[in-house]
């Protein structure tokens, strides 16, 4: 059974680097083809995607945040870490993280964690 | 890079049929694979379609994904709608760098 969990800061104040953690089980991030994924959804609004790491090290960035993320991995962790810098109230959003098999392309995906921007 | 265009909302009635469409900017539809997301309110997003057709396991065959090369989209048939449909729809595709890339989302809504 495959299951992704992001954790931390639910609260960060403008200027501050936010950093998640997605934890995963029932898949490795050293198999050939996978990838982990980071995704965004403002209040009401639409999915954006973020960042893409895969399991040769490939890290793949959105164009328009390019410069503020950076995603690595931890594969004895099983875990994934985004870090975004220069936090503003515009980048309050549920943030997931996402599973892409190797052998098809899908997603599976975490629950998402709300992180608000706000002095 | 491309864009995926989709339209804000649809609406129809239960029992009948619904079409979301999802189109590509530029370079061809079938270049790369189109996933369907169904997104319930306050709930994550899961799959219904998959490598433009596929359904996963649990998904009813209510819920259809097809290629037109013509317009270069892909769409989202459901038929027989039920209320429980009614959710926020994405398509999604990738780009020759392996960059994901969303649609803005179509509303359902079961009337």
């Known amino acids: 059974q495959i299951t992704l969990k992001e954790s931390g800061p639910t609260l960060v104040k403008p200027t501050q680097t936010l950093t998640l953690t997605c934890t995963f089980s029932?898949?490795?991030?050293?198999?050939?083809?996978?990838?982990v994924g980071w995704i965004r959804q403002p209040p009401g609004k639409a999915l954006e995607w973020l960042a893409v790491?895969?399991?040769?090290?490939?890290?793949r960035y959105s164009p328009s945040l390019n410069n503020r993320l950076t995603i690595t991995k931890d594969t004895s962790k099983n875990q994934v870490v985004l870090t975004m810098t220069n936090m503003d109230p515009v980048d309050t959003a549920t943030y997931y993280c996402?599973?892409?098999?190797?052998?098809?392309?899908?997603?599976?995906w975490g629950q998402g964690t709300l992180v608000t921007v706000s002095s | 890079n491309f864009m995926l265009t989709q339209p804000l909302s649809v609406s129809e009635s239960p029992g009948k049929t619904v079409t979301i469409s999802c189109t590509r900017s530029?370079?061809?539809?079938?270049?790369?694979?189109v996933q369907w997301y169904q997104q319930r309110p306050a709930s994550a997003p899961t799959t219904v379609i998959y490598?433009?057709?596929?359904?996963p396991s649990g998904v009813p065959d209510r819920f259809a994904g097809s290629i037109d090369y013509s317009s270069n989209s892909a769409s989202l048939t459901v038929s027989g709608l039920r209320t429980e449909d009614e959710a926020d729809y994405y398509c999604?595709?990738?780009?020759?760098?392996?960059?994901?890339?969303f649609g803005g989302g179509t509303k359902l809504t079961v009337l």
């Open positions: 490598e433009d057709n596929q359904r």
């Open positions: 029932g898949f490795s991030l050293s198999t050939g083809g996978v990838g």
């Open positions: 790491i895969y399991w040769d090290g490939d890290k």
């Open positions: 530029n370079g061809r539809i079938d270049s790369k694979f």
């Open positions: 996402a599973h892409r098999p190797g052998r098809k392309w899908t997603l599976f």
């Open positions: 999604q595709s990738y780009d020759n760098t392996n960059s994901w890339v």
